[in-house]
Nanobody, 116 residues
Framework: QVQLVESGGALVQPGGSLRLSCLAS????????MTWYRQAPGNEREMVAG????????NYADSVKGRFTISRDGTKSTVYLQMNSLNSEDTAVYFC?????????WGQGTKVTVSS
């Protein structure tokens, strides 16, 4: 059974940093592309960053390029999202995603609020 468990969300001031984690299980983690998405209130879910199985390829939404970094640790079956220079537009629930065995799997999300 595939499980994705996000953590690390918090209330942070503008300009601050956070690191999100997503612990994965139930599939061969090291063989699959992993993606972070986010959904702000009233908005559709959007892709934030993705990372290939071997970490060679990383994609980012234009809105986070240069501020966010996605990484993964196969020994811990965990994918990370380091977020720097946060601003109010980064406020959202952040979700971890994997497309495995023909379907999308999502975690429950972790909430990030950027506010002074």
């Amino acid at each position: 059974q595939v499980q994705l468990v996000e953590s690390g969300g918090a209330l942070v001031q503008p300009g601050g940093s956070l690191r999100l984690s997503c612990l994965a299980s139930g599939f061969p983690f090291s063989s699959y592309w992993m993606t972070w998405y986010r959904q702000a209130p009233g908005n559709e879910r959007e892709m934030v960053a993705g990372i290939s199985a071997g970490s060679r390829t990383r994609n980012y939404a234009d809105s986070v390029k240069g501020r966010f970094t996605i990484s993964r640790d196969g020994t811990k079956s965990t994918v990370y999202l380091q977020m720097n220079s946060l601003n109010s537009e980064d406020t959202a629930v952040y979700f971890c995603n994997v497309f495995f065995d023909g379907r999308n799997y999502w975690g429950q999300g972790t909430k990030v609020t950027v506010s002074s």
